[in-house]
């Protein structure tokens, strides 16, 4: 029992797994909010018409946030979250301070998966030079 086919599944081909799955098991499916039965044949109908339903408005609202997020990017407003970790100081504090990884993490306040990150850029970029 669901309460909207559009929350039991984003695809056609999803709800129509879930259904067979549901029919091997000899389960039927009830939605509260939509005459959906799946023990009438008017049920199935109207659970098939309202998955395509649903997979469309799942896909105009993909486009749409494309659409979106390319208009943003012409006006330079999306460009992502703002770095806040400095690779160079970590970088130095490693390699010239010779301060451990994981007093480098409190110094700045940053995790230490992200030390070990910057830490690894450097020997990435200097393995081949």
């Known amino acids: 029992m669901v309460t909207r086919v559009d929350r039991l599944a984003r695809s056609i081909k999803d709800l129509q797994d879930i259904v067979h799955f549901l029919k091997e098991k000899k389960v039927t499916l009830k939605a ?3 005459p959906i039965d799946t023990r009438t044949a008017a049920g199935k109908a109207f659970l098939d018409m309202l998955g395509v339903f649903a997979e469309f408005e799942t896909n105009l609202r993909s486009e749409r946030q494309l659409e979106g997020i390319a208009a943003a990017k012409k006006r330079g407003a999306y460009s992502g979250r703002k770095k ?21 993490a409190r110094r700045l306040g940053i ?9 690894s850029k450097t020997s990435k970029n200097t393995k081949f030079n």
């Open 111 to 119: 995790g230490r998966t992200s030390v070990y990150r910057a830490i």
């Open 32 to 34: 509260t909010k939509q």
């Open 84 to 104: 806040k970790i400095d690779d160079t100081e970590i970088q130095r504090l490693h390699a010239k301070e010779k301060i451990r990884p994981t007093d480098i």
